[in-house]
């Protein structure tokens, strides 16, 4: 009797030591599982900008005539931190979700770019508000200082007459609807 009540409890020890293997076994391929769906996650879902991400990109801004007014392409990419109102808003607004490697086309109307174009920008000077060498032309840029505020700005010099000098103190792009093919190169 002794040996019948042995091999039961070897009988159930192995049966337990066998349940056991199963569930270890199972734990060890669901977390193999887990860990193969978060690395396919990572694979197939790169991490996208968000804001205060730095970013490095290159660019094209075109008119809306077609005409180029500036790239960096072959040249050293723009780097930003998205958040950070160093660049215009449409541009910055642009970069967000975008997957490193990515390239989008987007248009930027002028409230998101360098603003409307305002007239009230637009004035007319003394000409002997210019020193005697300088000799104001139209098309002229330069860079004026506010005596009230201390900012400087470049403005442009639209007309000249014997008397008078008109100057235009909108962004040379104020009112104008930029167009940008943007690549993202790094997101860090």
């Known amino acids: 009797m002794e040996m019948k009540k042995s091999e039961k409890t ?17 734990i060890a ?20 900008v968000q804001a205060g991400d730095k970013v490095s990109v290159s660019y094209v801004g075109t008119l ?9 392409v ?17 541009f910055e607004n642009a970069v967000l979700g975008m997957k490193k490697g990515e390239v989008k086309t987007v248009r930027i109307p ?19 508000q210019f020193s005697a060498d300088t000799l104001p032309q139209a098309g002229m840029y330069f860079t004026v200082t506010s005596p009230s505020t201390g900012q400087a700005s470049r403005v442009k010099i639209v007309n000249v007459t014997d008397s008078a000098v008109t100057i235009d103190a909108n962004h040379m792009l104020a009112g104008e609807n930029l167009t940008f093919v943007i690549r993202l190169l790094e997101i860090s």
């Not at 070897?10 to 199972?26: F, I, N, Q, Y």
């Not at 931190?81 to 449409?90: C, N, Y």
């Not at 002028?110 to 007319?124: I, S």
């Open 110 to 128: 002028p409230d998101e770019a360098y603003g409307v174009y305002r007239n009230d920008l637009v004035y007319t000077v003394n000409r002997t």
């Open 10 to 26: 070897k009988g159930k020890e192995r049966a337990a030591a066998g349940k056991k293997r199963k569930v270890l076994t199972l």
């Open 64 to 72: 809306d005539n077609g005409s180029v007014f500036d790239s960096n």
């Open 29 to 48: 391929g669901a977390s193999a599982c887990i860990v193969i769906v978060l690395a396919l996650w990572f694979v197939l879902n790169p991490a996208v």
């Open 74 to 90: 072959n040249r050293t990419p723009l780097s930003f931190t998205v958040g950070g109102h160093t660049v215009i808003p449409g």
